[in-house]
């Protein structure tokens, strides 16, 4: 199999450790943390495998900017941004919303990198979008040279980096000798859930896949996932056959909204830091391991059975939420 090319940014492979103590708290199941908040590039997460791609891509297309968008606490932008900067490229992002009063947390990061900010003014994601393309072409008639990552990093390409996940992970469990019955992750532009699909049709499956929603309807990431699967696989040279099982999205723990952090979320992130000392976030990792944790107490996660939580990063977007440590205490 050939894969487009990668430009190497991630410290891989990335741990996968025995979470004794989370598993001892819960009554079981088994559940193994694949550390992919540790790529090691960036402050690392998930984005950061697919960003191998999409740097290798824009350099071989002698683009001299990247563009790309999505929200002020972006884990997304910080990572491409950080990735642009060690390629040469200059980052221009756009940001739906106005620039917050603080400078915090993932944003700050930003300001480091020299990230040129565009904010939109408005709640609208699908303006970010509008917007980005509009800068392209803004860049375009300046002479420059803009290459776009999408909104979230979730395309083919990108997905290829959770594609190659599965392939790392399969040797680790292999050497572990453990056998996943699920994988469990935050999902949010679907990118990362529908690699994973992809890679687990072409090597072997980590388990049944089952997403988390952090911000989209299921209908909505289901109908992403599948078309994302599908072209990923292409890509890699492979024809999928996806049937509706193979898709897994929950619902229920999206709260308020996309960002908002809600007490379940803020519950999951003491209980991974009280007992394995390991960060979670209130935006995406958290509410994904709340929602292992409503599966398992609703009893359809097995105390008997062995689950993966992919740890997908954001730790920086802790720091743009210091009401999470007041509101649970
Ligand atoms: C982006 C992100 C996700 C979701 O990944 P998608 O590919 O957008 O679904 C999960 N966790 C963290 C920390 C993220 O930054």
Not at 58 to 70: E, P, Q, Y
Request: net charge negative; proline share 6%; charged share 25%.
């Amino acid at each position: 199999m050939t894969l487009p090319s990668r430009y190497p940014l991630g410290q891989l492979p990335t741990p996968l450790i025995e979470a004794s103590r989370l598993t001892r708290a819960l009554r079981g199941p088994r559940i193994l943390i694949k550390r992919d908040d540790l790529t090691g590039f960036g402050f690392g997460g998930n984005k950061v495998r697919g960003l191998e791609f999409y740097i290798a891509d824009a350099l071989a297309r002698n683009a001299d900017v990247i563009v790309t968008g999505a929200g002020p606490q972006s884990n997304h932008i910080r990572a491409t941004a950080s990735a642009a900067r060690v390629a040469g490229l200059d980052i221009v992002a756009v940001m739906h919303e106005s620039r917050p009063e603080e400078t915090q947390g993932n944003l700050l990061l930003d300001e480091l990198l020299g990230v040129e900010l565009r904010f939109t003014d408005s709640p609208d994601r699908a303006l970010v979008d509008a917007q980005i393309e509009e800068t392209a072409d803004e860049l375009r008639r300046a002479g420059r040279r803009p290459y776009i990552v999408p909104r979230g990093g979730a395309s083919s390409l990108g997905a290829l980096g959770y594609v190659e996940c599965v392939r790392e992970m399969g040797a680790q469990l292999e050497a572990m000798g453990v056998r996943p019955d699920w994988l469990v992750l935050a999902t949010g532009s679907c990118g990362t859930q529908a690699g994973l699909i992809a890679g687990a049709k072409i090597y072997s499956a980590p388990g049944r896949i089952l997403g988390v929603t952090v911000s989209r309807p299921v209908s909505e990431c289901v109908e992403r996932i599948e078309r994302i699967a599908r072209e990923a696989a292409a890509l890699a040279g492979h024809k999928i056959d996806l049937s509706p099982d193979d898709i897994l999205v929950h619902d229920g723990y999206i709260g308020p909204g996309y960002g908002i952090p809600t007490p379940e979320g803020i519950e999951a992130i003491r209980l991974v830091a009280r007992t394995e000392g390991t960060f979670f976030d209130p935006t995406y990792t958290g509410k994904g391991m709340a929602g292992l944790i409503g599966e398992i107490r609703a009893g359809r996660i097995g105390a008997g059975e062995t689950v993966v939580f992919l740890h997908t990063g954001g730790e920086p977007g802790l720091f743009a939420h210091p009401e999470i440590v007041a509101s649970a205490e």
